[in-house]
């Protein structure tokens, strides 16, 4: 038997067959790769295969996939308890002074102004520390069972005007008389804070005091949605009912006015949402439907404030913000009043007497550019807590449905990210967040009404789904979508319209058992 026919004998040319440089060089870092991923044994905290996946694919243009287990990369934190989204990522080499810096101040407890060095709260504001709303780095809710907001301080309002846009940065019009967001706390109330039911703080009558603007309340006892399975039996969905009470030495209730409820959002994983390309995120988008899966996807193009001009939104419930930058600064003043470099003017509406002129006593702003930074940095190296539960089969069961019925074309499971300039550990990384960062109709059921930006009254961001299986562990309640209104993965998904009518319809249609699977898989994310 020749086996050396096909060998080209005889030809006068080399019988070894070759190995083009190109071929070899794409070989031998994948012998590499999987060489070390045999010795590290993968999934171990801090060891590098995703590391060397980086340098494979840098090298090669390859894009393995790590790993399942490293949902934020190879920062990613193997912590499954109440802390699971408050440690920095795994890789942090850059400055580990600067990410504790950042999250004091994330955590500090800020007060009215005096010389405390954590002074600067209000005029107005609905707490006082952005950890108070992002407890344990997590999400915030509604009440539970509904009731007044003035307590709950994981969720906002904001409000604007109806039927118009700024004819600048094409946002939302702010009230004239409350602003873009309800604030329902003002600087000189007695603690604890309260107040009549004029708005007046109880026992207070100083020069710096500022009454609140108003305050919301939440009940479910309005239309119901009912969601049937194919298999038998059904969910009843609950619609939140808000009502508000207005200052009325502020004008009282305004003639007509935009709102729109917000729950905090997680903190980790956002420097990783930063660093994905904007290439990436238009490679998504199909605004027209041009492929006609149903399903457009939508940038939001938003304003910039430090550069005045309109650029891709990609934080917010509605992409509304364009980097962790801004939306940090616009945090402090909205939530907080804590002026900043970025926003430098205190959250007083013209017709506030007393919001200005306690505005007046203490210089601009109350915050350095150095601490604004430092709680940017903090909030882009949070870490991303790693999947768990993988060699159950109902979970791998569950990925396999999750795409059967298309979730994934909007809660995208792989990304790459880009380059970020002087943070190695956010660049080249391979991530599993679940969002395309774009808009999508959702349907009339979850509609708020309130444009913002590109976004309609119907349109909202994808939201990332890594972390989700330890919502429960980190704030003790799994209250989801973007008002708190689903509870739990089920309502959610059931909650789904508009584009995403498909997907719900396939869940609605899938046995008992598949939806178990389902919810197991989202529980391991």
Not at 59 to 72: L, N, V
Not at 113 to 135: D, V
Not at 238 to 248: C, E, G, K, L
Not at 430 to 452: Q, V
């Amino acid at each position: 038997m020749n086996c050396d026919k096909n060998l080209n004998f005889g030809s006068g040319k080399n019988p070894e067959p070759k190995i083009s440089r190109r071929r070899l060089n794409k070989t031998i870092p994948i012998l590499i790769y999987i060489l070390l991923n045999f010795f590290y044994c993968g999934g171990k905290e801090g060891t590098d295969p995703l590391g060397i996946a980086a340098f494979i694919a840098s090298q090669t243009g390859i894009a393995p996939d790590p790993g399942e287990a490293f949902s934020g990369g190879y920062g990613t934190r193997f912590i499954s308890n109440d802390t699971s989204f408050d440690t920095p990522v795994v890789n942090l080499s850059s400055d580990g002074i600067q990410f504790n810096t950042g999250n004091n101040f994330f955590n500090r407890i800020w007060v009215a102004e005096g010389n405390s060095a954590s002074s600067g709260l209000g005029p107005t504001f609905n707490t006082t520390s952005c950890q108070n709303c992002h407890a344990g780095d997590g999400r915030g809710a509604p009440p539970s069972g509904g009731g007044s907001l003035f307590n709950s301080v994981g969720i906002l309002i904001r409000l604007s005007k109806v039927g118009v846009s700024d004819s600048t940065t094409g946002g939302p019009v702010a009230l004239d008389s409350f602003g873009l967001q309800l604030n329902q706390k003002g600087i000189g109330c007695t603690a604890p804070l309260s107040y009549d039911s004029n708005f007046d703080c109880t026992g207070s009558t100083g020069p710096n005091f500022t009454p609140p603007e108003g305050n919301a309340s939440v009940s479910y006892t309005g239309a119901t949605v009912v969601r049937n399975y194919t298999s038998g039996g059904s969910v009843t969905l609950n619609t939140p009912v808000y009502s508000f009470s207005w200052n009325p030495n502020l004008g009282g209730a305004p003639s007509s006015f935009n709102f729109s409820p917000r729950t905090a959002p997680m903190i980790p994983g956002l420097g990783l949402l930063e660093a994905i390309p904007e290439s990436t995120i238009l490679g998504w988008a199909d605004p027209t439907d041009l492929d006609g899966d149903g399903i457009s996807g939508k940038v939001n193009m938003v304003w910039d404030a430090k550069n005045h001009k309109k650029v891709m939104g990609r934080f917010g419930w509605k992409a509304n913000e364009p980097s962790l930058f801004q939306q940090n600064q616009g945090a402090f003043l909205g939530d907080i009043g804590i002026t900043s470099p970025l926003f430098s003017t205190d959250n007083c509406p013209s017709n506030q007497t007393q919001c200005l002129t306690a505005a007046s006593g203490t210089a601009e702003p109350e915050i350095t550019a150095s601490i604004a930074d430092s709680v940017n940095f903090y909030s882009k190296l949070v870490a991303v807590p790693a999947r768990r539960n993988l060699s159950d089969q109902d979970v791998i069961d569950g990925k396999v449905i999750f795409s059967s019925i298309k979730c994934d074309a909007c809660h995208k499971p792989l990304v790459i990210t880009g380059n970020v300039p002087g943070l190695p550990e956010l660049s080249f990384q391979y991530i599993k967040p679940y969002t395309d960062l774009l808009l999508h109709d959702m349907g009339p059921d979850l509609a708020d009404g309130r444009p913002d930006f590109d976004a309609d009254g119907q349109e909202w961001r994808t939201p990332p789904l890594w972390g989700l299986g330890l919502i429960q562990a980190v704030n003790n309640h799994l209250k989801l979508m973007h008002d708190g209104r689903a509870n739990g993965i089920e309502e959610a998904i059931l909650w789904h319209g508009g584009e995403a009518d498909a997907a719900r319809i396939g869940f609605q249609n899938l046995s008992s058992t598949d939806r178990q699977k389902l919810i197991k898989f989202l529980e391991s994310l």
